[in-house]
């Protein structure tokens, strides 16, 4: 079988609000992800807006702490034969409201360092602007992404790091899967994409519409403005795709399928295309929606497009309009259901485990788009067991991420996906984004510390690390 590319970006992913700790440290803001507490399998996480409260548990506070450990966590990774890293910036660190008229040198300085171990470890950094780290400021003041003020003081923020950091970074992404955000249903996705909690009655979709509007403004600025910094940036985008089939061979399954997929893909289009898609522009009129999007700011959307798509890949889904199948009903397309795919297996989070969707995804958005993509998350939830002799024997993380390699790798060698890495989520345990959990692992490192927050904190490696350095050092060339 043909071999990936001899430059192909094995790495790591992490954020910086579930690895860092540190919330308030070296002049660091409260952010978004400051003020959710835990939650469990099946059990939301709390927002509380209005502060930290005395009878709640925030793990993102301490998360692995990371600020404090990162040396050590970095020649574990660099043992492991990692090329690359990707993680975030914390908007908070650096304008600690996100308004403030000078950065927070602490917080700059932060970065510079761990930006060098990572280099001097031969470790490129892959860094994300907005990872569901949004000034909490931004929120009191301005109601978050849904005010167009907020794109400048985005902007503001990404020129400070660009400048900085033009030398030691070389792979940016603006906001991290902005598409999440899409069927508005979830609030804490609209919490941390935006920065947006809804009043009753409001019009929720319309608001996320604008919101999103603002947020690819920004992006398509600072692609521009990266651009002039330093022409050498390759700055993509980072999309959540989860490939959605028709249930049945039943032609109304597929527009269903496709009314779905469209919802999500509105994102990269903008982003990639530089325009808004003409399905989008007849749902503003047919739905009465009067999103406020100038001639000036559509030229912006035009002159920023992204150089990559990076994206992460956890499951598929399934829609169907057949009339004797069960499901919970959707809005996309008439009579329209999600539900199960009978097909795949599932974690237990109830994600569906499909290696050869992620083969599917990278064949549709090559196709779609014609940029190179990059994998940016990928990766396995489980509960480990540490075995009496201290190991944890995951060989069931290592057969999920084999089985979706060997597809990504079909993509590549077969298919001509042009793929400029893979960086499985998370490389190291850290704090789970959904629930807030340190017991829903992703990681080949072991970090001792329970969902309570309780541990020493102490790194082991499991019998996926081995697995994962052997494949880095042979370039997947055995699967």
């Excluded at 469990?40 to 709390?46: A, D, E, L, P, Q």
């Excluded at 761990?114 to 602007?129: K, M, Q, S």
């Amino acid at each position: 079988m043909k071999e990936l590319p001899k430059n192909f970006l094995w790495g790591g992913a992490v954020a910086a609000h579930q690895i860092e700790g540190g919330w308030n440290v070296g002049g660091k803001g409260l952010s978004t992800a400051d003020v959710m507490t835990a939650g469990r399998n099946g059990v939301s996480r709390k927002i509380t807006t209005e502060g930290i409260l005395d009878n709640e548990y925030y793990p993102n506070h301490e998360a692995i702490d990371f600020y404090h450990r990162y040396k050590e966590d970095i020649q574990l990774f660099k043992e492991m034969g990692l090329k690359a890293l990707r993680t975030s910036i914390n908007w908070t660190r650096i304008y600690p409201n996100g308004d403030d008229l000078e950065p927070n040198e602490a917080g700059l300085q932060f970065y510079d360092d761990l930006f060098d171990e990572l280099l001097v470890n031969g470790i490129e950094p892959v860094i994300t602007l907005s990872h569901f780290e949004i000034p909490l400021a931004l929120y009191h003041n301005y109601g978050g992404f849904r005010h167009k003020k907020v794109i400048d003081f985005f902007v503001n923020y990404a020129r400070t790091v660009m400048t900085r950091y033009k030398n030691k970074v070389k792979y940016w992404m603006t906001f991290n899967e902005i598409n999440n955000q899409a069927d508005g249903q979830h609030d804490l996705h609209t919490w941390t994409n935006s920065a947006i909690l809804f009043e009753e009655g409001e019009n929720r979709e319309a608001i996320i519409y604008q919101a999103a509007i603002n947020e690819l403004i920004a992006s398509a600025k600072v692609v521009k403005l990266g651009h002039e910094i330093n022409p050498d940036f390759q700055i993509g985008c980072m999309m959540a795709y989860v490939p959605v089939y028709p249930f049945s061979s039943k032609p109304e399954d597929q527009m269903a399928a496709l009314k779905v997929m469209n919802r999500r893909f509105f994102y990269s289009d903008v982003h990639a295309r530089g325009y808004v898609p003409n399905y989008v522009e007849k749902e503003w009129e047919a739905k009465g929606y009067q999103i406020n999007l100038t001639s000036d700011e559509r030229d912006i959307l035009r002159e920023g497009t992204v150089d990559y798509i990076g994206f992460s890949y956890y499951m598929s889904g399934a829609v169907t309009t057949l009339e004797n199948v069960g499901g919970y009903s959707i809005d996309d397309f008439s009579h329209a259901k999600w539900l199960e795919n009978p097909y795949v297996k599932a974690s237990d989070w109830g994600w569906q485990i499909d290696p050869v969707g992620l083969r599917y995804i990278l064949n549709l958005v090559y196709e779609r788009y014609n940029l190179p993509l990059f994998i940016v998350e990928n990766g396995f939830g489980a509960y480990d067991q540490i075995e009496e002799d201290g190991t944890i024997q995951d060989q069931y993380r290592i057969d999920y991420l084999q089985e979706h390699i060997q597809q990504m790798k079909l993509a590549v060698v077969e298919d001509g996906v042009e793929l400029m890495g893979y960086t499985p989520w998370g490389i190291i345990d850290i704090v789970s984004f959904g629930t807030g959990e340190m017991e829903k692992r992703y990681g080949f490192i072991h970090v001792d510390k329970d969902n309570q927050g309780n541990g020493s904190l102490k790194r082991s490696k499991k019998v996926s690390f081995d697995w994962y350095k052997y494949l880095i050092s042979t370039n997947a060339k055995e699967i």
